[in-house]
């Protein structure tokens, strides 16, 4: 195959959920001799959904190489990082320069804000949290982020309110599952 129906093929793989699948047709894909640089991003990714963090994280390097001034790619590679909990001056650092990129991006402020909380930030937490929910205010996983910084500084009530808020949104059952158990613990 050629490289075009192998990238088409493992996206086909990861949008049902497939991810392993997905990777073994990337793994087929010589990118150091094709010019198609988005074969790292869809490495990286799909790790990152398998939650092979190790792999991922070492994929990240070839991905920022490759990619050396994309935000989004900034942004994704500085979540994964701070999420957890690991390199956090770096992740912090890709994050700021998303930001810098596309200051009105609210899923970036939504990364800086929860950069900031992983540092135990969290008043500076909630003022990128709050800014990126009046961005993107139907975003579950940006109002989760936000009821864990309310928690985490005794702003009970008002975890309570965004939580229950969240639930009303759609998201991955994951999430919503951990959303319901926060409520069901706390209150």
Do not use: C
């Not at 990777?23 to 074969?39: G, R, Y």
């Amino acid at each position: 195959f050629s490289t075009k129906s192998l990238l088409r093929i493992s996206n086909i793989h990861r949008r049902n959920g497939d991810y392993k699948k997905s990777l073994m047709v990337l793994e087929e894909i010589d990118a150091s001799k094709n010019n198609f640089p988005e074969v790292y991003y869809y490495k990286s990714l799909n790790l990152v959904l398998l939650e092979e963090w190790k792999r991922a994280i070492e994929s990240f390097d070839a991905l920022l190489e490759v990619y050396p001034n994309n935000a989004e790619i900034s942004n994704f590679v500085g979540y994964t990082l701070v999420d957890r909990n690991i390199k956090l001056e770096e992740g912090i650092n890709l994050i700021k320069f998303a930001v810098n990129q596309e200051p009105r991006n609210g899923f970036f402020i939504d990364s800086l804000g929860w950069a900031y909380y992983q540092l135990g930030k969290f008043s500076k937490a909630i003022n990128y949290l709050e800014r990126a929910i009046e961005i993107e205010p139907q975003e579950i996983e940006i109002t989760d982020h936000l009821g864990d910084a309310y928690y985490k500084i005794g702003r009970i009530e008002e975890a309570k309110l965004v939580w229950k808020r969240a639930l009303t949104l759609k998201g991955k059952p994951k999430i919503l599952e951990n959303i319901k158990l926060k409520l069901k613990n706390n209150f």
